[in-house]
């Protein structure tokens, strides 16, 4: 977190204090963003490798699959919320997050933090056999069946069977999961121009090792990822709202707080 170090917000600075000037300052911003990725997901991508044999059995899929719909959405809702909460502790460690006021911080979670969790699937994901990383053994779309909501799940899968294709290294995931997340786009944010600041400042990062990696045709299809990841999720809140209303309270008095506060 050296450059929140280098730069401390005050309301009188240059708005642009963040915007990395020279080439140490990038490198920096992009090594501090690599670490809080490197640290806050919970597998390598080596170990999700070797974890590729462990596949669900036929059994295992049909206990799954007889779960009742308020049973297996509680499941899911549960390991989403720890997904997340990886994602916050990310989140806190961009150099300059922690300087936007809590409100701002907040709204860029609300939206950003399931995105973020579509953006990190594709490491948990085995273009091989179309299965992904859930409960400890790698799951197919049938695994999923009992939540009855089909079309978000085969839209999930597809985004990280598109995601997978770009073969992004994991410095490319953190910075793009950055970039993902610190959007002056969403909804209620207090200081746009706070918010802005460090965006330009992420962006710079990304397009930067890009440019070194002679890659910067990827940063228009990241784009494109952008609009698809903001559809999942408004299909996501959707269904949750959906469930909560057959499911009351299920969704009230189960789901867990950090679940119901970001998505709710
Ligand atoms: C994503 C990357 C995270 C680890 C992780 C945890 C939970 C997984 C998630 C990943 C991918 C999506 C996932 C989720 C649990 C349920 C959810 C498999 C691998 C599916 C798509 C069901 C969504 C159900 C909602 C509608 C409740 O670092």
């Not at 708005?15 to 490198?27: E, F, K, Q």
């Not at 799954?64 to 916050?88: F, G």
């Not at 053994?137 to 997978?164: P, R, T, W």
């Not at 999961?177 to 207090?190: G, H």
Request: glycine share 2%; proline share 3%; charged share 25%.
């Amino acid at each position: 977190h050296d450059l929140v170090a280098i730069h401390p917000y005050s309301p009188l600075e240059d708005p642009y204090s963040l915007y990395p000037h020279s080439l140490r300052n990038v490198d920096e911003l992009c090594a501090s963003i690599v670490r809080s990725h490197r640290e806050t997901t919970q597998y390598r991508v080596e170990e999700l490798q070797a974890l590729r044999w462990k596949v669900l059995s036929r059994e295992e899929i049909q206990v799954y699959q007889s779960k009742s719909v308020d049973e297996m959405w509680q499941h899911c809702a549960n390991r989403l919320t720890d997904a997340v909460q990886y994602v916050v502790e990310f989140a806190k460690h961009i150099p300059g997050f922690r300087m936007l006021s809590q409100n701002d911080q907040i709204a860029l979670l609300k939206t950003g933090s399931m995105e973020v969790v579509l953006v990190r699937m594709c490491r948990y994901f085995n273009t091989e056999n179309n299965t992904v990383f859930f409960d400890g053994k790698f799951a197919g779309v049938e695994v999923f069946k009992s939540l009855a909501c089909g079309d978000l799940i085969s839209a999930v899968f597809d985004f990280a069977h598109d995601m997978c294709a770009l073969k992004l290294t994991e410095q490319q995931i953190a910075l793009f999961s950055a970039l993902v997340l610190i959007n002056t786009e969403r909804p209620c944010l207090e200081d746009r121009s706070r918010v802005q600041r460090v965006q330009r400042s992420v962006e710079f990062g990304l397009t930067h090792i890009l440019h070194r990696e002679n890659q910067e045709s990827l940063m228009h299809k990241l784009y494109q990822r952008m609009a698809v990841l903001r559809s999942l999720c408004s299909l996501h809140m959707e269904k949750l709202r959906w469930f909560s209303q057959r499911y009351p309270l299920t969704a009230h008095s189960l789901f867990p707080p950090l679940y119901k506060e970001l998505f709710a």
